[in-house]
């Protein structure tokens, strides 16, 4: 079975740093992207980038570009997103999922199945 | 950047009843339009992908159809769990992806 599954909610206050991680199982890790996607409170959905673990290619949404940064440790099959200046604004749900190309195959990237379970990120004084 | 469009809002139907969920792109996607679900408390579910295919283990009420830049998701007889909120999301040019700001299907 694909499974994403993430680290757990945080708490943190204004300034402070923090690194959420999802984890990959059930498939071969390093030959799909990851993408993260943001869900700030009763919101929609965010693509924030997408990192392919293989060669840790990374791209970014402009949005998110210099906010936050994306990364990867394939020998553990796991995916980072981090923050180095939290604000109260980054309190939101964040969600990676695999993405990939169920009709053209290979390493492409296009939709997003599975999801990992999402970790709430809490940025309060 | 593709700003996709999601209409209505809100749907109010009753179990057994129809639903029928747009999405319009500000230019053509050609067919790279998936549909997702999304139940309270719960990550995203993939529904529909490249406009009319349904993914793995996704019941055959749900269909997509359309290409370009009109796309209509529709469920043929909604079921209890089906009630929820559903996503449209363009992979129109990569690496960009975007959503739609959702269809809220709640119960009449």
């Known amino acids: 079975e694909v499974q994403l599954v993430q680290s757990g909610a945080e708490v943190k206050k204004p300034g402070e740093s923090l690194k959420i991680s999802c984890k990959g199982s059930?498939?071969?890790?390093?030959?799909?992207?990851i993408v993260w996607v943001r869900q700030m409170p009763g919101k929609g959905l965010e693509w924030m980038g997408s990192?392919?673990?293989?060669?840790?290619?990374?791209r970014y949404s402009p949005s998110f570009q210099g906010q936050v940064t994306i990364s990867a440790d394939k020998s553990i099959s796991t995916a980072y997103l981090q923050w180095s200046n939290l604000k109260a604004s980054d309190t939101a749900m964040y969600y990676c999922?695999?993405?990939?190309?169920?009709?053209?195959?290979?390493?492409?990237?296009?939709?997003?199945?599975?999801w990992g379970q999402g970790t709430l990120v809490t940025v309060s004084s | 950047e593709i700003v996709l469009t999601q209409s209505p809002a809100t749907l109010s139907l009753s179990p057994g009843e129809r639903a029928t969920l747009s999405c319009r792109a500000s230019?053509?996607?050609?067919?790279?339009l998936a549909w997702y679900q999304q139940k309270p408390g719960q990550a995203p579910r993939l529904l529909i992908y490249?406009?009319?295919n349904r993914a793995t283990g996704i019941p055959a009420r749900f269909s997509g159809r359309g290409s370009g830049t009109d796309f209509t998701l529709t469920i043929s007889s909604l079921e209890p769990e089906d009630f929820a909120v559903y996503y449209c999301h363009q992979r129109g040019n990569w690496p960009s992806f975007t959503f739609g700001p959702g269809t809220k299907v709640d119960i009449k």
């Open positions: 999922a695999r993405c990939y190309d169920p009709l053209r195959g290979g390493d492409n990237c296009y939709w997003f199945d599975p």
């Open positions: 490249d406009a009319s």
């Open positions: 230019q053509s996607v050609s067919s790279y």
């Open positions: 990192i392919y673990p293989g060669d840790s290619d990374t």
């Open positions: 059930g498939y071969r890790f390093t030959s799909k992207w």
